[in-house]
């Protein structure tokens, strides 16, 4: 019927692949996380064929934390990304006095 040779194969396979299972999900999972925000998310340098150059100032108060306005700043630059060029979204903050200072 079947040779030696196939069924010790077969098994040995097994087994590996039974070890690579237990392996992998012993491995803790790995979300994504703010300290990840300067990998993928960045702003287009190439207009695309709907870009307008358009940007738009987003106004951030002192009144926020450093975290909040991390987050902010987290998620203008994933709007940007996904704005591919037709709107510029940019961060601007808001000093003392409730003046404007370029900043990001």
Sequence with gaps: MYSVRTVVALVVSGLTLLAACIV??????????????AGPYRYTEYPSPVATGRMLSIYIDRDFSDYERDRILF???????????????????LNELGEARAGG
């Design 24 to 37: 992998l999900s012993c491995m803790p999972a790995r979300a994504a996380t703010l300290d990840d925000r």
């Design 75 to 93: 998620a203008i630059r994933q709007w940007n990304h996904v704005l591919n060029g037709f709107l510029q979204l940019r961060p601007v903050l």
